[in-house]
Nanobody
Framework: QVQLVESGGNLVQAGGSLRLSCVASGSILLFNMGWYRQAPGKQREFVAHISGGSSTNYADSVKGRFTISRDNAKNTVYLQMNSLKPEDTAVYYC???????????WGQGTQVTVSS
């Protein structure tokens, strides 16, 4: 069992920046990690992904504005969010997914609110 704890969510004005952190209770070395978000009344959607080898991919809506990174020594994944827009408002969730090991863990989420 792996526990994930997100932090860094806040209220910010449009155009501002935030950095989210996700700390795992154990090693994340070689594990695939991702960030997802869920806005009120909408389904959870993919935001960004970083593989165990640090390859990254992003949703089109955040490409060029958000950056996912990892620090395996700290068991932590980050999401740097720049040029925030009101439509980025959502609860942001961290995910550890390793299908070969049947690992699929989620954090409790952190609220990001972007005011116009």
């Amino acid at each position: 069992q792996v526990q994930l704890v997100e932090s860094g969510g806040n209220l910010v004005q449009a155009g501002g920046s935030l950095r989210l952190s996700c700390v795992a209770s154990g090693s994340i070395l070689l594990f695939n990690m991702g960030w997802y978000r869920q806005a009120p009344g909408k389904q959870r959607e993919f935001v960004a992904h970083i593989s165990g080898g640090s390859s990254t991919n992003y949703a089109d809506s955040v490409k060029g504005r958000f950056t996912i990174s990892r620090d395996n020594a700290k068991n932590t994944v980050y999401l740097q969010m720049n040029s925030l827009k009101p439509e980025d408002t959502a609860v942001y969730y961290c995910n550890l997914n390793q299908p070969a090991l049947k690992y699929d863990y989620w954090g409790q989420g952190t609220q990001v609110t972007v005011s116009s």
